[in-house]
T-cell receptor
């Protein structure tokens, strides 16, 4: 089975711009979660999508949004970029059903905001 | 307020010896715990997990122990190998929020030949 893929792997943007990141989950997985990793805050949960619906949401401002398509692929959008948004953005997929199972992570997208 | 804490930022062990990585949590609603290994510029790789109905789970060289009364879990790696050198993250979730993993800040393990 192919793993979780994320595109692009690297992005450089300037303050005020917006960005869209893409994630393709493992085939058959219906849940996609997004995380932000920074040196100071570690790995922080952004949101989770399951069957095209946002099921859980972390404590991030509304500038961070996402969506999921019928094939379970997911996109994350950040509008009005700030310098502090520079981070590694990771997505993870799982079956998403009970009981809990492990999440499988993609390689991440490294976003740099100048 | 950190719900999952890894109080040791780093750990150094000799090849062949045991590595013990520790993790504490505060939320009694957590019922599923995981350990991930991460190399720089890569996504975390799943190692092993444990449900709150168990107190031990083994997978090859990796064993996770859960002490619910102390809200503490640990990962034992025996024997340690140089290839185990990486950052190890402890994570937890609760039923109903299984898509939301709460991570510790990580422990950097160095295994010296």
């Amino acid at each position: 089975k192919a793993g979780v893929t994320q595109t692009p792997r690297y992005l450089i943007k300037t303050r005020g711009q917006q960005v869209t990141l893409s994630c393709s989950p493992i085939s058959g997985h219906r849940s996609v979660s997004w995380y932000q990793q920074t040196p100071g805050q570690g790995l922080q949960f952004l949101f989770e999508y399951f069957s095209e619906t946002q099921r859980n949401k972390g404590n991030f401002p509304g500038r961070f949004s996402g969506r999921q398509f019928s094939n379970s692929r997911s996109e994350m959008n950040v509008s009005t970029l700030e310098l502090g948004d520079s981070a590694l953005y990771l997505c993870a997929s799982s079956p998403g059903t009970y009981p809990n199972t492990e999440q499988f992570f993609g390689p991440g997208t490294r976003l740099t905001v100048l | 307020d950190q719900q999952v804490k890894q109080n040791s930022p780093s750990l150094s062990v000799q090849e062949g010896r045991i590595s013990i990585l520790n993790c504490d949590y505060t939320n009694s609603m957590f019922d599923y715990f995981l350990w991930y290994k991460k190399y720089p510029a890569e996504g975390p790789t799943f190692l092993i997990s444990i449900s709150s109905i168990k107190d031990k789970n083994e997978d090859g060289r990796f064993t996770v122990f859960l002490n619910k009364s102390a809200k503490h879990l640990s990962l034992h790696i025996v024997p340690s190998q140089p290839g185990d050198s990486a950052v190890y993250f402890c994570a937890a979730s609760e039923t109903g929020s299984q898509g939301n993993l709460i991570f510790g800040k990580g422990t950097k393990l160095s295994v010296k030949p």
